[in-house]
Nanobody, 119 residues
């Protein structure tokens, strides 16, 4: 079992920045991937960014150049630095981890953290 705890959400004006954190209850060094998803007010969920076991990163087009995903394997934490936020980025952001346990790949989720972007 893995627990994921997000933090760092809040309310900012358009153009502002936030950094989200997601801390896992065990070492993330062996996780297959970790990433961030978001669910907007219309309940649409979309994948935002991912970092692989090897450190590769990928982003949806809407956030490329503005968001950066990173990790600290000592702190068992991943981050999502979000710059130049706009109202379309407002959502509940969820941390996700794909973990190989025994012979199964399990999906874990955090509880979510709210990001509000408004003037």
């Amino acid at each position: 079992q893995v627990q994921l705890v997000e933090s760092g959400g809040g309310s900012v004006q358009p153009g502002g920045s936030l950094r989200l954190s997601c801390t896992a209850s065990k070492s993330i060094a062996s996780f297959i991937t970790m990433g961030w998803y978001r669910r907007d007010a219309t309940n649409q969920r979309e994948w935002v960014a991912v970092i692989t076991h090897g450190g590769q990163t990928k982003y949806i087009d809407a956030v490329k150049g503005r968001f950066t995903i990173s990790r600290d394997t000592v702190k068992n934490t991943i981050y999502l630095q979000m710059n130049s936020l706009n109202p379309e980025d407002a959502a509940v952001y969820f941390c996700n981890a794909n973990v190989l346990e025994d012979v199964q790949i399990r999906d874990y989720w955090g509880q979510g953290t709210q990001v509000t972007v408004s003037s």
